[in-house]
């Protein structure tokens, strides 16, 4: 455990646009599995390419990074890995913003 710790406190372009992608994606795939585990508790079918769905998970994904952004900039002062959550950020909501307004 300490290891992993030791691991995740540098200062990097690299760890920035890693924990960018990490956070988001677990933390869709938690609400993805919550809604599906949910729905099949109560006998009702889900559309897995359902893509209101998926637009709705990818918005709220974003918000756990937000905190993982303050931590690092303001808690550890590690600029560079703090641009690199931003980065994936962005990238994540532009990509949120061709889904929505393209489909």
Partial sequence: MRELLEKLRRDSWTMGITLGILVPALTFGVLYGLV???????????DVLNLDLIKKFI????????FVIRYYLLKLKFDLTGRGILLMTFLIGIGFAVLEFAF
């Fill in 36 to 46: 599906y585990l949910v729905l099949t508790v109560a006998g009702k079918p889900l």
């Fill in 59 to 66: 918005l709220l994904s974003i918000v756990p990074s937000v």
